[in-house]
Structures are given as C-alpha cells and as structure tokens.
C-alpha cells in the first residue's frame, strides 16, 4: 500500500444550500420576533388612538345637542299692549307663556303643578325673551308662534343622563319637585333635544349661561390668526430658506444661523408667548387679546418649521436639475427660481401647512398675550377690525370652558376639542393631497 493511500482523509458530507443552518435559523427567527413587536407596537398604538378618539367623542357629542322647551301660543295685540302698560312687564310676559303651557299640558292629558319659579329654574327668565321677541317682530301678533327656549344647565344634565333622582341634590337652581315637571314635559314633548346650531355660530355667553356658549366667534378669531401666520411664515420662511440652501455661502457665520434655527424649533411654545408679551404688547403697544398679536407670536414660532421643511424639499431636488439649467445658460437665480422652487412646492407646502396645524392648536403662547382672559361675546365688525378687535381662539376657549366650575362647560370643552380636531384633520388631509398632486418620483 502506497503512502498516498494511507494519508487521505474523508471528505465532508456534501449538504444543499436548501438546508438551513443553525445559525440562519436563529437568524430568521430573530426577524420574526423583531416583526412581531413591530407589529404588536402599531397595534397597542392603534387600540389606545381608538380609546382616546372613542373619549373625545363620547364626550363631546353633548355639546352639540340642546334641551329646549318647545311652546307654542299666540299672543294678541291687545294683550301686547297691556303688557307694555304694566310695570313688570317681564312678569306679565311669562304669565302668557305659563297660561300656554298650561293649555299645551291639558292638551296632552298632563296635570303637574308648577309656577312662575319653577319655570324660571327650568328655563331661566322667560318673559324677557318673549317680550324681545315680540318689540322686533310685531308682525308676528296674532300668529301662532313656536318658542324654543333653551333649558337650564341641570335640567340638560338630568335629561342627558349626568345624574338620576338618586344622586340629584336639591339647590336653588333646580327642586327636586323642578324633576316631576321636567318629566312631565319630556312625556308631553315639549321638552327635547334638538341639534346645537347656537355652539357652532355663536359666541361665549360667561360663566352663569353654558347653554348659551358656543365657539363660533372662537373659530373666527383662529381664522384670522392664521391668515396673519400664513401671510407672514410663508414668504419669510420660504426666502430664508432659498437663500440659506442655495445662495448663502458655506461659513461660521451661516453655520451658526442654521444652528439656532434648528434650536428655535425645539424652544417651548410658552418662550415665544413671553416674547410677544414683552416686544409686541408692552413695547410697540400693540392690542392685547388681538388676533394680530397672536399670529405675529405664532408666526416667531412657525417660522423655524417652515425653514427645516424648505430646506428639506429643496435639497431633495436632484443636484442634475440645477447643473443642466446652468448648462444651458440660465443664471443661478433662474435655475432656482424657475427649475428648483416648483419642483420642491409640494414638499414646501406641506410643511407650511403642517406648521400652521400646529400653531392652530397652540395654547401657551395664547395665555400671555390676554386671548384666554378675554370673553368674545360676538363677531368683529369688518374685516380690519377682526385683526386688531380683542378676540379668543379656539385653544383658549377651550382651555377658558374646561377650567369653570359649571359642569355643563366641560361638554362644551370636548366639543370644541372635536372641532379643533376637525380643522386639524382637513389641513393634514389638504398636506397630504397637494403632496400627491404635485409630487415626482426621482
């Protein structure tokens, strides 16, 4: 036997790239927890947006339904005039509405005791809003007229479930005896529940009427705010950013600008509600509450997001963009201005809107200009006066309803949050439709 023979070993068993190895195993199981948790991350966020938008409106949808008493008479001319006759004509006036709802029970088949206190507990002084009526509509004499009074703020919570007879305790807003009537109208149908269109359109009634309140004149003072940010974040923060990305040159000094700038978006929003509490009211003496003030503060802080995003949509244009349009002879402001800038807008756009997103929902900045302290009873008169007039805004009046006593304001804040909610959606929702309209793949 040779020594060749004696010295060969045996070779390895031959094996299929079909076959895992131990380690691929590992490997591939490892992936899969890793998707597992990813998967168990995006679904533990899933269920606890589902519970917080299920709250809001849970909460909310009182706010847009009202308790009203819907009582219908007529009252004549003769008695019109001896009413106006009378030294408390407020008292006569709710003397007419009591006969009618007398007559409206009868009708019904209902006997319940009640008088003019009762009435005024359950739907505060009538007799002056029927008085009212009548002074700017005496054409309506004679005619049959349907009154739909708004219902007390406890009687709207007993009606909406908030507390039962077992929990209810006696005040000398509403009797427990108040209680046998309410029900007697809710079977009669004159008390019931109809649409809120007042919380929508109108304005804050204070703190003794939540049943009055609404945000309509809160939405207005938002409205005009961010027609000060828009007009005032969009070109400032669209030419910073030109000039920083496409002409400023590379040195210490535009380093130094470009690093503020990213520590101006992290500053917390109350900073810049100081700095507009010391430079725009009580240097250049400029109107306190007004949405002017507010939208040049939002403004300060708007800016440092609208120049991040710029920036990101212009470097996101391909370098090949701007060395062919100078290769063809355009100047470096014509590359810019008419190959670069409306190939980064959808992304420019989307951060401007995102950015005005967020100062719409602000609060902080709002309490130290005066926007919470201010009650907005009505709407600006003119389009100027909307700018300067004293006015609140939709984070403040609701920050203003959550923080009253009346338990019937903090239907009225989740309300307002799904209304804030609401204009937050449609601007994100707008981001996201000019992004695709106008976006190209590279």
Sequence with gaps: ??????????????????????????????????????????????????????????????????????????????????????????????????????????????????????????AGKVGGTIREFYRENPDQLGQPTSFQLAASSRVDAYINGRFTRDTFTESRFLMAADLDLVDAMKTSGIIKNVFNWNFITGADSGVDNPGGAGIGASVVGSFFMMLVVLFLSLPIGVAASIYLEEFAPKNRFTDLIEVNISNLAAVPSIVFGILGLAVFIQFMHLPQSAPLVGGLVLTLMTLPTIIISTRASLQSVPP?????????????????????????????????????????????????????????????????????????????????????????????????????????????????????????RW
Excluded: C
Excluded at 102 to 107: D, G, I, P, R
């Design 1 to 122: 036997m040779s020594d060749a023979s004696m010295n060969t070993t045996p070779s390895k068993a031959k094996t299929s790239l079909a076959d895992l190895s131990d380690r691929t195993r590992r490997r591939n199981a490892a992936e899969k927890r890793f998707q597992a948790y990813g998967i168990g991350a995006i679904a533990i966020s899933l269920f606890f947006l589902i519970v917080l938008v299920f709250s809001i409106v849970r909460s909310g949808l009182p706010a847009f339904t009202q308790t009203v008493l819907d009582v219908e008479f007529v009252l004549t001319e003769e008695q019109f005039n001896d009413a106006e006759k009378q030294l408390f004509k407020t008292k006569a006036y709710s003397g007419y509405f009591n006969d009618a709802l007398t007559a409206q029970f009868t009708e019904a088949g209902v006997s319940v005791p009640f008088d003019a206190k009762s009435i005024e507990r359950i």
């Design 320 to 440: 090949s963009i701007r060395d062919a349009a100078l290769g063809i002879g355009a100047s470096k402001m014509q590359a810019v201005f008419h190959h670069v800038l409306p190939l980064a807008m959808p992304g420019i756009l989307t951060g401007t809107i995102i950015g005005l997103a967020q100062a719409l929902g602000e609060t902080a900045p709002l309490l130290l200009i005066g926007m919470v302290g201010f009650v907005a009873r009505g709407y600006p008169e003119g389009f100027v006066n909307g700018f300067v007039e004293p006015n609140s805004a939709m984070p403040a009046q609701i920050y203003t309803w959550a923080a009253r006593a009346d338990a019937s304001f903090y239907d009225k804040a989740w309300g307002g949050i799904i209304i804030l909610l609401i204009f937050l959606l449609t601007m994100n929702i707008i981001a996201i439709i000019l992004r695709r309209r106008f976006e190209r």
